[in-house]
């Protein structure tokens, strides 16, 4: 094989504390917004509760109970030879209204106990800082990241842990997803904003003005780039990254107009937040696009060189899916969570909607890295399935197997091409409540737990068949699929 994988590359999985910790009150920990988000599923959007109802759950408030089996859940993934692990710390351990002036020690503590645990293992941690679930205090005392204010104590946090670990973990991320709120369906996740502060509301209608997306959307960049001056003048060995969803986009024909909306499209979604964070400045392309949206960003003095000075030390993003553009509004626009797009007649599709595209990868990785010229890592990539334990404790996922085997060709491919990618942590590496639909059946784990949306189970742990096969990769450093 030529241009193998390097000896140092990171191979891993992904878990975010919303998805997976539990605990959701215990040791001190405050409210996030993704407590107030009941389940759902494929059919049924989930509800966002301003006041909890009974009548609801409320998927984060167990999660797999991480919080409590963490041990376990760890020695497994070093058990599949890990040599990274992505996790994210929940900005309510750490400060239970999110503008506590005092940090909450037991919250410290926890993490305290996560890092060393994967140092044991010889594990690298990469932490996510903010993860979709900031201090739902703060949505009502702010309306989230639409304030200034925010920015302030982001930072706080954001100093309290890159003190505290700063010996011990050099990898972060600033915000996950942070373009997600680029497209018009809304992100109340990631924002903070929330439109009816008395009634529940559909998740998935969580529609803001453009006005205020792109302008909490500026406090997040802020916050980023001040975060990654911080985190340097802390350890200056820190190596701290933005991280996108990649909305790999094909025009759907040759037609120009379809390649011009292709365009367009990338630029706003897949590009514009990337670029502030790499490159350290707004894009020229924005000044039309906020002019023709009726869109003011409120700067301050001095932000433009906050921006310029804080650029990020590596790019990192999630791929699950590509789609096609066109610039005929009748055309059908397929499923796929905030990925919005025309379905690709070339291309298979999960039971989610979600179409599956290897070679996509391949071709996001080549154009991130001729943009930027910054190292690489996907932090998300998998594959939502339904699976099944059989009577024996088995779980025969081979359509995970060939997702994941497909993906990595391509990886294998895009170092071929010259790319620097320099690690992997696919999603879910253990099943955890799905994020977009709020259920566990949508499963993407390597590890299957013991746990169903009625609430049975035992939240038993379960190598599945592509445990086994991931653990073959890695100790082959991706030479056996």
């Not at 605990?23 to 009941?38: F, M, P, R, V, Y």
């Not at 239970?96 to 503590?109: F, K, R």
């Not at 305290?112 to 994967?118: F, K």
């Not at 979600?354 to 996001?364: A, E, F």
Request: hydrophobic share 30%; glycine share 8%; net charge negative.
């Amino acid at each position: 094989m030529y241009n193998e994988f390097s000896k140092k590359f990171l191979w891993g999985g992904a878990t975010p504390a919303n998805q997976c910790e539990g605990a959701w009150q215990e040791d001190g920990k405050g409210i996030s917004i993704a407590d107030i988000l009941t389940a759902g599923n494929k059919q049924t959007h989930r509800l966002i509760t301003p006041q909890f109802n009974q009548q609801y759950t409320y998927p984060s408030h167990l999660g797999i109970d991480y919080y409590h089996r963490y041990q376990e859940d760890i020695a497994l993934l070093a058990d599949m030879g890990f040599k990274i692990y992505r996790f994210s710390i929940a900005w309510t351990r750490i400060f239970p209204n999110g503008d506590d002036v005092t940090p909450n020690e037991a919250g410290l503590q926890f993490y305290d106990r996560i890092i060393n645990e994967c140092l044991k293992h010889h594990i690298e941690p990469l932490i996510t800082i903010s993860h979709y679930e900031s201090p739902l205090h703060l949505t009502f005392k702010y309306n989230g990241w639409l304030s200034r204010q925010m920015i302030d104590v982001y930072l706080r946090s954001c100093r309290v842990i890159f003190t505290r670990y700063q010996h011990k973990v050099k990898y972060w991320i600033t915000f996950n997803e942070i373009n997600g709120p680029t497209t018009d369906k809304g992100d109340f996740s990631s924002l903070g904003i929330l439109n009816d502060h008395q009634h529940p509301s559909d998740y998935k209608e969580q529609t803001h003005h453009a006005q205020v997306r792109f302008q909490a959307l500026h406090h997040q960049l802020v916050a980023s780039a001040k975060a990654v001056m911080l985190g340097h003048s802390i350890n200056p060995d820190f190596k701290i990254g933005c991280m996108q969803i990649f909305a790999c986009a094909y025009p759907l024909t040759c037609h120009p107009d379809d390649v011009i909306q292709t365009m367009e499209e990338d630029h706003i979604f897949n590009y514009f937040t990337s670029d502030v964070q790499c490159r350290g400045k707004y894009p020229a392309y924005m000044s039309r696009y906020f002019k023709e949206h009726g869109i003011r960003i409120q700067m301050e003095k001095g932000d433009e060189d906050i921006l310029k000075q804080g650029t990020v030390d590596f790019h990192s993003f999630s791929y699950y899916t590509s789609s096609c553009k066109s610039a005929d509004p009748k055309k059908h626009r397929g499923d796929g969570n905030t990925i919005d797009g025309v379905p690709n007649p070339y291309l298979a599709t999960s039971e989610w909607g979600w179409q599956i595209d290897p070679k996509g990868l391949r071709y996001s990785l080549n154009q991130i890295y001729d943009r930027y010229q910054l190292p690489i890592i996907i932090v998300e990539n998998g594959l939502g399935a339904r699976d099944h334990m059989t009577e024996d404790g088995s779980i025969h996922d081979d359509y995970r197997i060939a997702y994941l085997k497909g993906h990595i060709e391509q990886m294998h491919e895009a170092i071929c091409d010259g790319v620097e990618l320099i690690g992997y942590t696919p999603w879910g590496c253990i099943d955890l409540v799905s994020a977009s639909t709020g259920e566990m059946a949508k499963r993407y784990g390597f590890i299957y737990v013991d746990y169903h949306d009625d609430g049975s189970g035992n939240l038993s742990r379960h190598p599945k068949d592509s445990y086994h096969w991931y653990k073959k990769v890695i100790a082959s450093n991706g030479e056996e699929l």
